[in-house]
């Protein structure tokens, strides 16, 4: 089974409703982590994804605290 792209997870996030939710947000965390890496088109695309103001207020609590975090810790 082929891995999701980052690219193509937010695209189906934002497919339902054009948000992305708190769930949507956690999923996203996981797709990212699941190599226990952050790759800079990963980062780039986190970024993108809360500075166009398409993750609701949950999920932007979660991302940009994710963000912060594994950056902080690098």
């Not at 082929?2 to 939710?21: C, F, N, P, T, V």
């Not at 708190?22 to 790759?39: H, I, P, T």
């Amino acid at each position: 089974m082929r891995k999701l792209s980052i690219h193509e997870a937010i695209k189906q996030a934002l497919s339902d409703d054009g948000q992305i939710s708190k769930y949507e947000a956690r999923v996203l965390r996981e797709l990212v982590m699941a190599d226990n890496k952050l790759s800079a088109t990963e980062r780039d695309a986190l970024e993108a994804a809360i500075t166009e103001n398409v993750v609701d207020d949950e999920g932007m609590e979660l991302l940009t605290s994710f963000l912060l975090r594994y950056i902080a810790d690098r």
